[in-house]
């Protein structure tokens, strides 16, 4: 067994929170066990919580004609969420239960190394640009901990609001750009002084 499903197995064992009671599948995340690139929703919605995979309802299908925009499928990549239970009634999820969830996102980007994460919607985002706003910062990547960050808008924003649907498909063009610059990046780095990104 790999340390990824062995990590699903502990996930769904989980009573650290309220939403364990409610929820009816745990989703803890889905894609290959090494990749390039890591999207990290907010939680998962009613389709997701009968599943127990992560995007599957309408955002998810947005976020699929995404990919396929960057010639990519979604088993070429990983997605998860910050919490990986329902929230009742798909309210936004409460601080105690974020940081409840934390530690299982943590090990995850720990078994994945992935060359960049991407940030859906301003909880993910929250995770590593706190009290920023969303609005400001999409679309600008970052560099911290050798790892790309690279926050967009949740693909379910265009869902409501019809306007950013060109914004989220411009910022995802700019993903494989992203990757051919870390790969540069990679191979003339120096020990003394890292490069930075032209995109920053």
């Known amino acids: 067994m790999s340390a990824l499903t062995e990590l699903y197995k502990e996930i769904e064992r989980c009573q650290a929170c309220e939403l364990a009671k409610s929820r009816t599948r745990v989703v803890p995340g889905e894609g290959p066990e090494k990749v390039d690139i890591l999207f990290i929703g907010e939680a998962p919605g009613w389709h997701e919580d009968q599943q127990g995979r992560p995007f599957v309802g309408p955002a998810g299908q947005f976020l699929e004609e995404l990919l396929a925009s960057i010639k990519l499928k979604r088993g070429q990549v990983y997605i998860a969420n910050v919490i990986k239970c329902r929230p009742p009634n798909n309210r936004d999820p409460l601080p105690v239960e974020i940081q409840a969830c934390s530690k299982w996102l943590d090990r995850q980007i720990e078994l994945l190394q992935p060359k960049i994460i991407v940030t859906l919607g301003r909880y993910s985002m929250a995770r590593y ?69 032209s995109l920053f």
């Open 129 to 197: 640009f706190p009290n920023q706003n969303i609005s400001k910062i999409h679309g600008k990547a970052r560099r911290e901990n050798n790892i790309i960050l690279f926050p967009m808008y949740h693909p379910a924003a265009a869902l409501h609001q019809g306007s950013l649907r060109k914004i989220i498909e411009a910022d995802m063009l700019n993903i494989p750009q992203i990757l051919v610059q870390i790969d540069k990046i990679t191979e003339t780095e120096t020990e003394t002084k890292p490069q930075q990104l």
